[in-house]
């Protein structure tokens, strides 16, 4: 069955790279109409479809471009949608990115919960992909790859020259595990010694000790972390948001090793291809 949110929601903060509030209010759509954004503080108030096709830039986080606009770092909202079975939704924002809030999904999943969820016709709903044979996208020791298997699940690896953070895996199961207790309240990371780089290069505005967690060479600068393996959960996060992309989970072992949002959205554009 397709679902919809019962009622509407609004969350608003700042943005990550560019540093400015922004509103999002997150409506119930109509089935088949998917997840969508509306820059509505745009003359024409373009709308932007979560789709693979609308994938434009993929640094530090995964922008969607229309016709007549764009909004970047979508991955925690259309996360939390997709893990929560929300397939059609509206999403109204008055500026070009969704606010980082405290860095992870939590604070859209719990709005979510509060509203609820609701069942609609499912006559438009595509079947879920499935996958014959293990597609890979492979940059040195770096890949992303799909597998066949009996059910959905995703596996993240990652390996960071920070004793704090080294190697770390963590796998979800959609079907077995919580999404808002388990994925969802893990927050962004990034390094102390790559700040100014970036801020000189005109990103990360909008981060805070608040919206994420850093750490340096002599370990974290703001503990304390919610998981001992917080990062790898949250590259999985953004995994999931970027996989979301497809409409539906396929059914296959999704797992990324060392990866980012660039090879996570060029292995979407890969599913894309193939039939089911």
């Given at each position: 069955?397709?679902?919809?949110?019962?009622?509407?929601?609004?969350?608003?903060?700042?943005?990550?790279?560019?540093?400015?509030?922004?509103?999002?209010?997150?409506?119930?759509?109509?089935?088949?109409?998917?997840?969508?954004?509306?820059?509505?503080?745009?003359?024409?108030?373009?709308?932007?479809?979560?789709k693979v096709a609308a994938v434009g830039l993929t640094t530090l986080s995964t922008e969607l471009v229309g016709q007549e606009g764009k909004v970047r770092s979508?991955?925690?909202?259309?996360?939390?949608?997709?893990?929560?079975?929300?397939?059609?939704?509206?999403?109204?924002?008055?500026?070009?990115?969704?606010?980082?809030?405290?860095?992870?999904?939590?604070?859209?999943?719990?709005?979510?919960?509060?509203?609820?969820?609701?069942?609609?016709?499912?006559?438009?709903?595509?079947?879920?992909?499935?996958?014959?044979?293990?597609?890979?996208?492979?940059?040195?020791?770096?890949?992303?790859?799909?597998?066949?298997?009996?059910?959905?699940?995703?596996?993240?690896?990652?390996?960071?020259?920070?004793?704090?953070?080294?190697?770390?895996?963590?796998?979800?199961?959609?079907?077995?595990?919580?999404?808002?207790?388990?994925?969802?309240?893990?927050?962004t990371f990034g390094f102390a010694e790559q700040i100014e780089q970036l801020q000189q290069a005109g990103m990360i505005k909008g981060g805070s000790l608040e919206?994420?967690?850093?750490?340096?060479?002599?370990?974290?600068?703001?503990?304390?972390?919610?998981?001992?393996?917080?990062?790898?959960?949250?590259?999985?996060l953004d995994l999931v948001g970027d996989m979301s992309l497809l409409g539906q989970f396929p059914i296959a072992h999704i797992i990324a090793y060392k990866a980012?949002?660039?090879?996570?959205?060029?292995?979407?554009?890969?599913?894309?291809?193939?039939?089911?």
């Open positions: 069955m397709a679902s919809t949110l019962k009622a509407e929601f609004t969350l608003s903060g700042v943005g990550l790279h560019f540093g400015v509030d922004t509103k999002v209010k997150v409506m119930p759509a109509n089935t088949g109409d998917g997840r969508y954004f509306v820059r509505v503080a745009l003359a024409l108030k373009p709308i932007i479809p979560a979508v991955e925690h909202l259309l996360a939390s949608l997709s893990a929560w079975g929300v397939d059609n939704a509206r999403i109204e924002i008055d500026g070009e990115e969704v606010p980082l809030l405290d860095g992870s999904a939590k604070n859209w999943c719990q709005a979510i919960a509060e509203v609820g969820v609701i069942e609609q016709d499912s006559t438009k709903t595509e079947p879920k992909k499935t996958i014959a044979e293990p597609i890979w996208i492979r940059e040195k020791d770096i890949f992303v790859a799909a597998l066949p298997a009996p059910a959905t699940r995703f596996t993240y690896g990652i390996d960071f020259p920070y004793q704090a953070i080294g190697n770390q895996w963590h796998s979800w199961n959609p079907s077995q595990e919580d999404f808002t207790s388990e994925i969802a309240p893990a927050r919206s994420a967690l850093v750490c340096s060479h002599s370990g974290w600068v703001n503990p304390p972390l919610r998981f001992t393996n917080e990062p790898a959960r949250h590259k999985l980012s949002h660039k090879l996570h959205t060029q292995l979407a554009i890969k599913l894309t291809e193939i039939g089911n």
